[in-house]
T-cell receptor
Framework: GEDVEQSLFLSVREGDSSVINCTYT??????LYWYKQEPGAGLQLLTY???NMDMKQDQRLTVLLNKKDKHLSLRIADTQTGDSAIYFC???????????WGAGTKLIIKP | EAGVTQSPTHLIKTRGQQATLRCSPI?????VYWYQQALGLGLQFLLW???????NRGNFPPRFSGRQFPNYSSELNVNALELEDSALYLC?????????????FGSGTRLTVV
């Protein structure tokens, strides 16, 4: 079946850039998303990218999409303690209107 | 505009009891999704309702069931509770097929089975 994979943890120093990676298997996914989950809370949509785009930038967030390799990344510039959270990658399946989710990457910020 | 609301926020039940969780989607959204997030684990897809019908179901036993009402709100029922059902249950809503909006999530119901 379709799958989305992410590494489980990423540790970065405060002020550095964080790069969270994701790979997906469904080449027909038209939209790819990044969600953020803070402790004890629901998921918040951070950003999304349409499959015909290579890059999308929104303030400190940059999303890069390599459609050939089916690789998505989220870069957070100037990482702050408030960025500590779990980040989920998700791919939209046109065939059944559903999202396929990665397992989430826990971003740990070191002082 | 109100977001996705879930109730109750916390629920404590005894093993073998039944739990009922509720979700109100964003106004105008017709699809409701239920997910289970056990401690330290990712999202496990439970159920998808759209226009009052169950459209898809995850790999969960039949004691997990639900329904969607005419106003598009939804209820998740878990019968014969087991200790491993303890988890955060998340509800999300969307416009069917509106991929560019993704899903909007509620804050979840924390179910604890003792």
């Amino acid at each position: 079946g379709e799958d989305v994979e992410q590494s489980l943890f990423l540790s970065v120093r405060e002020g550095d850039s964080s790069v969270i990676n994701c790979t997906y298997t469904d080449s027909s996914s038209t939209y790819l998303y990044w969600y953020k989950q803070e402790p004890g809370a629901g998921l918040q949509l951070l950003t999304y990218i349409f499959s015909n785009m290579d890059m999308k930038q929104d303030q400190r967030l940059t999303v890069l999409l390599n459609k050939k390799d089916k690789h998505l990344s989220l870069r957070i510039a100037d990482t702050q303690t408030g960025d500590s959270a779990i980040y989920f990658c998700a791919a939209y399946m046109d065939s059944n209107y559903q999202l396929i989710w990665g397992a989430g990457t826990k971003l740990i910020i070191k002082p | 505009e109100a977001g996705v609301t879930q109730s109750p926020t916390h629920l404590i039940k005894t093993r073998g009891q039944q739990a009922t969780l509720r979700c109100s989607p964003i106004s105008g959204h017709t699809s409701v999704y239920w997910y289970q997030q056990a401690l330290g684990l990712g999202l496990q897809f439970l159920l998808w309702y759209d226009e009052g019908e169950e459209r898809n179901r995850g790999n969960f036993p039949p004691r997990f069931s639900g329904r969607q009402f005419p106003n598009y709100s939804s209820e998740l029922n878990v019968n014969a509770l087991e200790l491993e059902d303890s988890a955060l249950y998340l509800c999300a809503s969307s416009l069917t097929g509106a991929a560019n909006y993704g899903y909007t999530f509620g804050s979840g119901t924390r179910l604890t089975v003792v």
